[in-house]
């Protein structure tokens, strides 16, 4: 698998006032190193704090490194220049919240055609409809003409999951994608996610506080790392069932026992 993500001694501090006449220096991220290759599933795991959303971030274009480098096929991408537009098609995100992140104000089809006619001269409704049973949404025609508030969390979630596959990316950066959504959903959008990397060779970096939810996606596709973090840091990085079996850290024995079901 070629590379397509790169961070070397990635760091991204911030300054947070103290009283009247202090600050601090908050290191979301310190000197991280991460590579991402193409068809590749990497879970990134870590509680709230850990700095895995900054990460998920930085990998996206959207916060800026204070110290290092982010590298697209090998180009910082803050020099990319004539291949900017490449990157911003090749990386898109799947947010958290499925409750707005998407306009109230407008269809699912307006939704979905938006980015396809940013994205292609020849945009028609079949790729939207293509994107809706990618995510399972079927048939389309019972989706298009629907309005957010009329779809599920679920539903929504593989909406804002089908916006994100509109214009054929390369890597698609999963933050917490199923924490908001009942837990007998979570599986379905487990399912989703797998699909892009098994069948349209998509990455995926799959962020989660849960590390069963991050075995289950990891085994699912049947290949792929998990990534933990703590206070701005990776403490490991490796297969799944290497990490969980012999564990360097002592913080990922707690995120472990956290989560006894994946043992």
Excluded at 3 to 32: H, T
Excluded at 243 to 252: F, G
């Amino acid at each position: 698998m070629s590379e397509l993500i790169k961070l070397e001694n990635v760091g991204v501090y911030f300054s947070e006032r103290k009283g009247l006449f202090g600050s601090r220096i908050i290191k979301a991220l310190d000197s991280v190193n991460l590579e991402i290759r193409q068809g590749e599933a990497v879970a990134i795991v870590g509680e709230s704090g850990a700095g895995k959303t900054t990460l998920g971030r930085v990998i996206l274009g959207l916060q800026r490194p204070t110290t290092g480098r982010v590298l697209f096929k090998g180009t910082d991408v803050y020099r990319i220049k004539h291949r900017y537009w490449e990157f911003r098609r090749s990386v898109q995100w799947v947010p958290q919240d499925p409750y707005s992140s998407l306009d109230p104000s407008l269809t699912i089809k307006d939704q979905l055609m938006s980015p396809i006619r940013r994205w292609f001269n020849d945009a028609k409704i079949e790729k939207a409809n293509q994107l809706l049973n990618m995510v399972g949404l079927t048939p389309p025609s019972e989706y298009l003409n629907k309005y957010p508030h009329q779809l599920s969390g679920g539903q929504r979630q593989r909406v804002s999951i089908a916006r994100a596959l509109a214009p054929d990316p390369l890597l698609i950066v999963a933050d917490e994608p199923a924490t908001m959504i009942d837990s007998t959903l979570r599986l379905m959008i487990i399912n989703v996610l797998t699909r892009l990397v098994r069948q349209l060779n998509v990455s995926v970096a799959f962020i989660t506080h849960d590390m069963a939810l991050a075995r289950l996606f990891l085994l699912k596709v049947g290949s792929g790392r998990v990534v933990v973090m703590y206070r701005g840091n990776i403490v490991e990085d490796g297969p799944i069932d290497d990490v969980i079996q012999h564990p360097r850290s002592e913080y990922t024995v707690k995120l472990i026992n956290a989560a006894p079901k994946i043992l």
